[in-house]
């Protein structure tokens, strides 16, 4: 009997005991890329217990071997001509948001282009100076949902660790496996990951490139001096950057080979041909020719101006990254989301898993929600989605609030103002972040919330902690947006149609401009984020600023004077600034008693003036 008791005893304390074993923490981030820097950095900042899992070496390993050309892509613009912080980073977007001055990636690279190891240099200094806790060269793998108390997530990393997420595990380890195909002869094919960037390599050659983003247009701009003929091929149209205004599309930077194709110099753009649509096989000569599969909608055999008849050297494969999520146990792996593109992760508007409540996606997996609408794939736009991530985490995990805010109704105005003109957070996430003042009407005050998700507009309370009261309260919003027929591959976007420079046109801008919105009360439906009305209701009010060539918003007749009726319709407030003489002018001309009424429609700025007693003397 006491035996059996003492082996009961034992049972009962094995699961401690594997507790014990394991190391834990309120939050675990998997990647110490960029949005997992940053990420880190907000968690150290406010004392938080996290870890960032680092399978390499070092910070933003995808750095070290992409873009292979090592030439960056984000704009590292280092004069603006302005000293305003938050101005600069609209135009600065390789940096990292922290409290250290020198830490701004003007400080590692003179190029507006930079190269992709002073990104590296970059990264590691952030990351060591900020003290943020990276665990590198600490590989997870198994994650999967815990059954134990206390624990919600677990995973083991290939030192035969085991860890414990105890409230929050954040995947941030980005879009960064290359894309391989399969098909017959396809071995033949040279990669992006593997090629050789050595152009002399092709000096002569043909050379036929599948891919039609950046990474292609980039291996095309370094080889086009080289080779004999170089072709692209892809499935669809070039879509280039400036008419989608995505930042994943085609750049400027990179788009030196269209020239030449354009003026017949043996360069050559292909469509309706993918990778996976043609078999490779090597002809005698030693060419490599391509035969369209079962799964092609062309046939070339009939063709005797076939454009590929003559066979190339050599095939390279540039066609992009797809996320790795093999880390995942297979009963806790991800779905992927189906509207975009299937590359990237189901979530919901809170960037949590909807299948694993507390998982949750930053960096360029967050890009789900917003891809090919803004820019929440690359550092510019994530740096903001992360900082959203976390307030949000702040009030769901802490009821720590959103950071707001509170201002009497006078300076409704400026505040908006001020940030439509400085903002970096709502420039660089259009249509996504935007600024929300949820007004008072009794009180004629305004709650602000700076980049709040609109698309989480429904859930204001369980994302911010700010409760919304309808009847009571009216939102009053703004995003930064372009021309709703704006940003189409193949618009015609330097016709010259495309400025509207007539006050009575302001809702036809095209290029970024401030859209104000008003709402009387939360919805009830969910935004539906394949669609881009991510309000998902509509507002009772919409004022779009006029776009301006300087992107200054503060001419007096073309951006103040409509804004400041659009407050005073809704508000039912007059919110011209005036003197003190003037409000004395104004007192001694309106009717004296309204003044006390709920109607309130004497100036705002006067409200101080009217309830001194020299004021009250004064009427009486
Ligand atoms: C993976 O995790 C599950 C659940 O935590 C565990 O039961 C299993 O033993 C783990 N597998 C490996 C290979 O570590
Ligand atoms: C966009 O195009 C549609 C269809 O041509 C048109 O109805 C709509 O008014 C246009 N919107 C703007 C803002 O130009």
Known sequence: ????????????????????????????????????????????????????????????????????????????????????????????????????????????????????????????????????????????????????????????????????????????????????????????????????????????????????????????????????????????????????????????????????????????????????????????????????????????????????????????????FQWDKSLFNANTTPALSKTSSGKYPLMGTDYQSLQFPGMYFAGALAHSLDWRKSAGGFIHGFRYTTRALYRMLGWSVHQQPWPIVYLPVEHLMNTFLKRANEASGIYQMFGQLGDFAIYNREMQSFAYLEEFPVSRWNKIFESSGYKFENGKHLLFTMTMEYGANFSKPGNDNFGDTRVQSSLRSAELSNFLHPVFRVFRSVPSKDADITKNTIFNTKPIGLQHLLEDFTTEFSAVRTHIAPLRKFFEFFTELDLRPHLPENCLNLMLTTHVYDAYSSNVRLPVECRNLVETEESIALYS
Request: proline letters at 2%; a negative charge.
């Open 1 to 320: 009997m006491t035996v059996h008791l003492s082996l009961l005893c034992l049972l009962s304390l094995a699961p401690l005991s594997v507790i014990a074993e394991k190391i834990t923490h309120d939050y675990c981030i998997v990647g110490a890329g960029p949005a997992g820097l940053q990420l880190g950095f907000f968690l150290n900042r406010d004392g938080h217990d996290y870890v960032i899992f680092e399978k390499s070496d070092v910070a933003g390993s995808f750095f070290a071997k992409y873009p292979r050309h090592r030439q960056l892509i984000s704009i590292n613009k280092r004069f603006t001509g302005r000293y305003n912080k938050e101005f600069n980073l609209r135009h600065d977007w390789n940096s990292l948001m922290s409290d250290d001055d020198d830490l701004l990636f003007g400080k590692y690279s003179e190029e507006y282009f930079p190269d992709a190891d002073d990104y590296l240099k970059y990264l590691a200094d952030y990351q060591r100076k900020l003290g943020i806790n990276v665990k590198f060269n600490t590989e997870v793998s198994n994650i999967s949902q815990s059954q134990q108390k206390g624990c919600k997530f677990e995973m083991q990393d290939q030192h035969e660790n085991n860890y414990c997420c105890k409230r929050v595990l954040v995947i941030a380890n980005g879009i960064s496996d290359p894309i391989v195909s399969h098909g017959v002869g396809h071995d033949l094919i040279e990669g992006y990951e593997s090629m050789s960037v050595n152009p002399k390599e092709f000096d002569g050659q043909s050379v036929l490139i599948f891919g039609r983003g950046n990474s292609a247009l980039e291996t095309a701009k370094s080889l086009y001096g080289h080779a004999a003929y170089l072709n692209l091929a892809a499935r669809s149209r070039l879509r280039f950057s400036w008419d989608t205004h995505y930042v994943g599309d085609i750049r400027g930077i990179n788009n030196e080979v269209l020239d030449s194709y354009h003026l017949k110099s043996l360069d050559g753009i292909l469509e309706g041909m993918s990778i996976e649509e043609v078999d490779i096989v090597r002809r005698t000569d030693g060419k490599l020719d391509l035969i369209p599969n079962k799964k092609s909608h062309i046939s070339l055999e009939d063709m005797d101006h076939n454009p590929v008849r003559h066979g190339y050297d050599r095939i390279l494969r540039c066609i992009g």
